[in-house]
């Protein structure tokens, strides 16, 4: 054991005794009734088909309000499937899709789905790329044709391109403005290494080398029928939507090579120490972080327990700790971040300078703490009613599940994970959460990067090691 683990590990054990007698979820009153049981989440019945070209279509008969959702998911067409050199690519992609076809301008596309009582768009997480769109169901095949056609024949035309570019740019100057934002991408950095996961964040470079050419080759590279889902929710037959998918759909091939599939993110990292010099600021931005899992591992939910525990609510022990104890932050938290092919854990407070090295102290507290002890019985219950009550809430709307059915596809889970999320989070027991974070938020894991101004802080620093300067 090096003389920095020794030194980290003290200052830890050293403060899991003050930690242990002040964080934790805040009494409520005695006079209130208990709880309900949750109400369950049915696993959704799914109608499905394959089109000939491979394109996956599920359906999912809602009764309610007269509207249909759709959502169309690309694999391998995401920020992980972006060039080296072009960081954030798929967000200027995927922004732009809607933007123009070949029949159509951008306010073309905006004024018909304004005319059938709906909306459309798309976005790009790491894995996937999603096209979405809804509208009253008396429309539902009209918009389902023109999410086709933004699906199929995207042009984006030179003006549309600029646009994008500039307001990416402007964009771009505002967030490299914040200290959280250097801090994020050191984090990922520190966290992925050279995998694409790290490369996420759009750079001035990266945008200025967009051109419409280059997002054509882009389109064929990355929309394939037989890599794509198509997800119908709402207050329609299934075998109409079978058959507007068939026409919208059936005609549609692949015109460019396949997308190499993205390897697993690492495991392991060395933890690292960086400092990212910010003149003349009065607060710290800190981040805590280090490898951790696919949303498809079994230590998924336990994990992402024991981050909510920690840091996932206003109630949380870091929040408690180190805002409402400590009055070092405005907000702190900690959680867990995955995505197909891995995760990673992370905390992040700001804290004034002359509290930096001590709020470490506390984090690392917390986290030496629950991996040493169990969680009491009620600080885990309150801890599973709020993760499922979350989840429930959130897939009330139909919108919302067919988003969660083809956010689950793009990460490699079943749709009957959709139902089975929340009896699994229940059956979490507290030596499940002390496992986790003992495995995967041990300090000695975590890489710690600092956004603030050295010549504050350095000496607070000075018993994590040595901090390497970064920009």
Known sequence: MTMFKHTLLALAVSAVAAGAAVAGPADLPKDLPPYAADKPLPIPEIERMTLANGLEVWVVPRDGVPRVDFVLAMRNAGLAADARDMPGFATLFTGLLSEGTAKRSSREIAEFAQGQGGAIGAAASNDGAMVFANALAANAGPMLSLLAEVARTPAFPDGEVKLAQANALQGLKAAEAQPAFKANRALLAATYGDHPYARTQQTEASINAVTPEGLRKEHARRFHPDRALLVVTGRIAPEDAFRMAEQAFGGWKAAGADVADVPPAPREAVAQRVLIQRDGSVQSTLRLGSPAVAATDADYIPLQLAGTVLGGSFS????????????????????????????????????????????????????????????PTVELDDTKRYVAGGYLIANQMQAAVAQTLAGNWLLGLPPEYLGEYVPRVRAVTAAQVQAMAAKYFTPERQ??????????????????GAFRAAE
């Open 316 to 375: 949380s022990r870091v929040m408690q700790n180190l805002r409402e104890e400590k009055g070092y932050t405005y907000g702190a938290r900690a959680g867990l971040n995955a995505s197909a092919k891995g995760g990673y854990v992370q905390g992040g407070a700001d804290v004034r300078n002359e509290v930096t090295g001590a709020a470490l102290t506390e984090f690392f507290g917390e986290y030496a703490r629950i991996g040493k002890e169990p969680v």
């Open 447 to 464: 890489s710690i990067i600092v956004v603030g101004d050295g010549g504050a802080v350095s000496e607070q620093l000075a018993p994590w």
